[in-house]
């Protein structure tokens, strides 16, 4: 059972290493929206073909803003 | 009759003529072209950045069409939109669009939009929501690792373990639980000195003795090798109570965003009086530009943008966002009027003396209180009960401490560690409130704003409800069907007359004849507002009337009956209608004839309010036959028409004197007063700056059977909240006696207060779930 004191050791630093992310994460907004993100995937596929709709309107669209 | 060409001398209210509410909103939008608006929430450079707040936003959809819609605008780089702030965050380039654009296009996708900057209350909770979810975060992952090697120590009780090996382990625990112990738990230790300081009992009180007790007396523990050691309870204690804290400080914000949007205290813009190269005329302006000695127009039901001297009319002015007090208050000419007041009854003048961005900061800071003043009486009681409770815990818990050692026995410090820590007054100061912020949350997803908390706990005793019906039974804007000319004259120019004596009314009448005028508006001077009655004013130099039948009778100086004519008597009394006259002095020039529809929802929410055995009356100050008609429609007994707002008063207080809790349902400037007199004053959108500074509940949604929603929900909510009290107290009784005695060991008392905690929490939490509930159209 010896290997626990070195193991331990091992896992207090992991922990640290978590909180640490832990800590960034919260830093840098990655808990600001917790709704949005998840209903956010649903709709993926449709922004694709949005996009590349959006491409062919582009210049129309520039036409109407100038 | 009326000169085309005598128009020309008169001010026209705005540049563009022909007033449309689109063609309106698109020119404030300009404002946000300018540079003194832009403070706060754009960031220049080449690459403009702005953060806009969005309204309307309701799901992921929203999300999607904002965002999709905005990034094939050309020059925008990024647009992301955050669904629980309805946050839009956007960057584009400064040559190719401008800040105004983007509001008309989110406009043009049907999203109203208003600069994201936060009230500094708001700030400060998102903060300390940050600072909540580290220190939560830290606890659990501590936490978590503490309750591994304390397993690890337990089976080690059982199975047996090397001293070693277990000095190892408990030292490794101290070491675990010190994050946990300095910083998560520094919101208990920091409210028990405040607690001490001003000599309350609160919460964080035994909390935090209780955590201090059970770490010193395991350290003692692990050092002398005897006794147990509790930090395991410690960390569960500490992340429990936590994590409930945390569910509680959401709720809130997402209530203060939403006060947020309501109720735009201070206009972002004003109607200044310039003198130019164009001329004399009123352009719009933003309120941060206005200078000492500007002169502003301020419409009814308009808040005022900035501190200034009245000078030309009179009128009343609602200062409640000052002064706390509802009735308002008549200023004559050259009294002081404050910004953030609300002006109630006709358009004023305004001279400010008061540079805005003096007086804007504490309005908006008053207006963020006073969302969270009127706490209901239970949620009072259940601190009240709480605090004493606490007191009551640490005299139990130090006669235990000093019994135990007096008798000697080796257990005083666990007994009284479990004492502390079993107790659980969370169920009474951290469920109420948690279960009112869910509940008023899930409300305004359905649409109904609880804009004071002791609105839930009214809703479920009234029994008598009063409705307004212009704008709350029937729809907000009724429509122009019929004109009638009485003498010889144009009805288009009638028509033209009446909408610019109505121009600066906020009536919905007044919308209805603005929006079916075809001519351009003309000035109307010295204009007078009667409520409930009338308008008059002076156009072209001769003076017009707008108004009821009754309106007409006392101020014409012929008698109306010589003046009614086989034209007056052939309009066809239809069901439901509103029939406005237009006169000058003398005679009568027209008849316009209004059709109203019924709102969505208005006959479900008589029949379920029936149903719920709740009186119901209709006073209004429309004609009593309108009226009658829609009570028979509704079979609503109790209706009267014509009637004045002191008059509506009356009747309120009348019902009000008979014992019964009164709900008043309005919209509009005339029921302010019966609105500020009803135990509870529900608002129907439309009108929000004005309704929403008054009233207990706003029904933002199109269809007022949302209020039957409301009504069910505050019942769900009171009955939980009853339920999480009665656990509470179940819990407390059995399990103090149980500790005091001994027979609770502190982990099992950390355990069984988290759960309990748990318990009421999750119970409150049922209140986000809708899905028993009528769901409603958007």
């Not at chain 1, 800590?23 to 922004?47: C, N, P, T, Y």
């Not at chain 2, 007056?568 to 020039?589: E, G, K, M, Q």
């Not at chain 2, 479900?604 to 055995?613: H, S």
């Not at chain 2, 982990?747 to 905690?757: E, F, N, T, V």
């Amino acid at each position: 059972m010896d290997i626990l004191f070195l193991l331990i050791p091992l896992s207090i630093i992991l922990v640290l290493i978590i909180a640490g992310a832990f800590l960034w994460s919260v830093k840098h907004g990655q808990f600001d929206d917790l709704e949005g993100q998840g209903q956010r995937i649903l709709f993926d596929d449709d922004a694709i073909d949005k996009s590349s709709k959006n491409n062919e309107n582009a210049p129309t669209n520039d036409q109407e803003n100038t | 009759m009326i000169e085309h060409g005598g128009f020309s001398r008169y001010y026209e209210f705005r540049e563009q003529p022909g007033r449309k509410p689109n063609s309106e909103t698109k020119d404030i939008f300009d404002v946000y072209d300018k540079h003194q608006m832009q403070i706060g929430w754009v960031t220049e450079g080449s690459t403009m950045s702005a953060e806009i707040l969005v309204e309307g936003i309701h799901c992921a959809a929203c999300i999607w069409l904002i965002e999709n819609w905005l990034m094939q605008l050309p020059g925008v780089d990024t647009a992301y939109v955050n669904l629980s702030q309805s946050r839009l965050s956007i960057q584009w380039s400064a040559d190719q669009l401008k800040v105004s654009d983007i509001f008309r296009q989110l406009m043009k996708i049907g999203y109203g939009a208003r600069p994201f900057s936060q009230s500094t209350k708001q700030a400060e909770l998102n903060k300390q929501r940050h600072t909540l979810l580290k220190q939560l975060g830290i606890a659990a992952v501590f936490g978590m690792q503490v309750m591994v090697i304390s397993v690890a120590l337990y089976s080690g009780d059982w199975f047996g373990i090397e001293p070693t090996m277990r000095i190892f382990l408990e030292r490794v625990n101290l070491l675990l639980i010190l994050p946990v112990l300095l910083y998560s738990a520094q919101p208990f230790f920091i409210g028990a000195i405040r607690n001490l300081k001003s000599r309350t009992a609160g919460m964080d009180l035994p909390v935090s003795l209780g955590l201090t007790l059970a770490f010193l007396g395991s350290l003692w523990a692990s050092l002398s090798h005897t006794g147990d050691i509790y930090y395991d309870s410690i960390a569960m204690f500490i992340f429990f109570l936590l994590g409930a804290r945390y569910l509680e400080l959401n709720a809130r914000i997402k209530g203060s965003t939403a006060m947020d949007m309501l109720a735009s205290a201070t206009p972002e813009y004003a109607t200044r009086y310039s003198t130019d190269k164009q001329g004399e005329r009123f352009v719009t302006v933003p309120a941060v530009e206005l200078n000492i000695d500007d002169c502003i127009l301020v419409k009814p039901g308009e808040v005022l943008p900035a501190d200034g001297i009245l000078f030309d009319q009179c009128s009343t002015f609602d200062e409640s966002l000052l002064s706390g007090e509802h009735t308002p208050i008549l200023r004559t000419k050259g009294d002081q009027v404050l910004s953030g007041s609300i002006n109630i009854e006709q358009a004023v003048s305004i001279r400010v003396n008061k540079q805005p961005e003096n007086s804007t900061l504490s309005s908006i800071l008053r207006l963020a209180q006073s969302s969270n003043q009127g706490k209901p009486r239970i949620a009072m009681l259940s601190e009240v009960v709480a605090s004493r409770f606490v007191v009551v815990i640490l005299c139990l818990a130090s006669v235990v401490a000093i019994g135990g050692i007096i008798v000697g026995s080796d257990i005083w410090l666990t007994t009284t560690i479990a004492v502390l820590v079993v107790t659980c007054p969370c169920a009474l100061s951290l469920a109420t409130p948690l279960a009112i912020s869910a509940s008023i949350n899930t409300m305004m997803q359905k649409g109904v704003f609880i804009a004071k908390q002791h609105a839930l706990e009214t809703l479920t005793k009234v029994d008598h409800v009063v409705f307004d019906k212009t704008g709350t039974l029937t729809s907000d804007t009724p429509r122009l069907i019929n004109i009638v000319p009485i003498h010889d004259v144009n009805a288009d120019e009638c028509l033209c007359i009446a909408a610019s004596l109505e121009q600066f009314s906020a009536h919905p009448i007044a919308k209805a004849l603005l929006i079916a005028n075809k001519l351009e508006l003309v000035y109307s001077d010295s204009s007078k507002n009667t409520p409930g009655l009338g308008v008059s004013g002076m156009i072209n130099q001769q003076e017009y009337f707008l108004g009821s039948y009754e309106y007409m009778a006392t101020q014409l100086k012929q008698s109306v009956d010589s003046s009614k004519n086989n034209k007056i008597n052939a309009i066809p009394n239809i069901s439901n209608d509103s029939v406005v006259f237009l006169a000058n002095s003398t005679v009568i020039l027209a008849v316009f004839t209004l059709k109203e529809n019924l709102r969505n929802g208005v006959k479900p929410l008589v029949n379920y309010l029936r149903e719920q055995n709740i009186a119901l009356s209709l006073y209004s100050g429309d004609r009593q036959e309108s009226v009658n008609d829609l009570a028979q429609t509704l079979e609503i007994k109790d209706a009267k028409g014509g009637c004045k707002p002191d008059q509506k008063l009356k009747y309120l207080s009348n019902h009000i004197n008979s014992g019964k809790t009164v709900a008043m349902i309005g919209d509009g400037i005339n029921d302010s007063p019966a609105l500020s007199q009803a135990h509870l004053a529900i608002a129907c959108s439309g009108n929000v700056n004005l309704s929403s500074a008054n009233a207990d509940i706003v029904l933002i949604n199109k269809s007022i059977d949302t209020l039957q929603l409301a009504h069910r929900f505050a019942n769900k909510t009171s009955r939980i909240i009853r339920q999480n009290i009665t656990w509470a107290i179940i819990y407390n009784v059995c399990a103090v006696p149980a500790a005091v005695m001994g027979w609770v060991p502190p982990w099992l008392a950390g355990i069984g207060m988290s759960l309990s905690s748990v318990i009421v929490v999750i119970n409150a939490s049922r209140l986000n779930r809708v899905d028993d509930l009528p769901t409603d159209e958007v």
